[in-house]
């Protein structure tokens, strides 16, 4: 059964360009929640998904974030016009609906 | 509300030696606490979980954790640390799952 996938695991992009984050969750899992990680900093909540649906987008910022999860296919984070202060990783978790997430390995984003 | 505290942002200790990792949380229901571990450039990985039950709960790699309603605490130990401890441990709390900032464990030789 595998795990968590996220693509890219390192992402480069300019000032100004578009970043976008794939999360394929495990195998039954309809649940998907996306984590910002900061140097010396704690995960911080960002958004909770199921397919199609946003149940919870309380720790997304207000403005160039978003989120999805369609019927087909992985969970989208997308974030725009990238600035220097979005670099961070960025981990999304799936689960049942339960409480225990099941983490991807990340997507560390620069941005130059 | 709902948050998580470590008291410990850095925690060094001799191989083979005990260890304890603080985590506090407050909330104003009741909780499901866990207990993560992240190794360099990797994801988390859950080490042990609290639901209900008894209040001590075993984990993966020897580590155990023990919830302490009236303290508010799910301080998570082991006996005798190995070099591959190495890690930077994670407490969270369910809700909408609020984790501490983290406590970095080094295990020297």
């Known amino acids: 059964n595998a795990g968590v996938m996220q693509n890219p695991r390192h992402l480069v992009r300019r000032r100004g360009q578009e970043a976008r984050l794939r999360c394929s969750p495990m195998k039954g899992h309809s649940h998907v929640y996306w984590y910002r990680q900061l140097p010396e900093e704690g995960l911080k909540f960002m958004v909770y998904l199921q397919k199609e649906n946003i149940i919870d987008e309380s720790g997304m910022p207000k403005e160039r974030f978003s989120a999805e999860f369609p019927k087909e296919g992985p969970s989208i984070l997308r974030i725009q016009q990238v600035v220097r202060g979005d670099s961070a990783a960025y981990f999304c978790a799936s689960t049942t609906g339960a409480y225990e997430q099941y983490f991807g390995p990340g997507t560390r984003l620069t941005v130059t | 509300a709902q948050s998580v505290t470590q008291l410990d942002s850095q925690v060094p200790v001799f191989e083979e030696a005990p260890v304890e990792l603080r985590c506090n949380y407050s909330?104003?229901?009741?909780?499901?606490l866990f207990w993560y571990v992240q190794y360099p450039n990797q994801g988390l990985q859950l080490l042990l979980k609290?639901?209900?039950?008894?209040?001590l709960v075993k984990g993966i790699n020897g580590f155990e954790a023990e919830f302490n309603k009236s303290q508010t605490s799910f301080h998570l130990r082991k006996p005798s640390v190995h070099i591959s401890d190495t890690a930077e441990y994670f407490c969270a709390v369910t809700g909408q799952f609020y984790f501490g900032t983290g406590t970095s464990l080094t295990v020297i030789p």
């Open positions: 609290y639901l209900s039950g008894s209040t």
């Open positions: 909330s104003s229901v009741s909780v499901y």
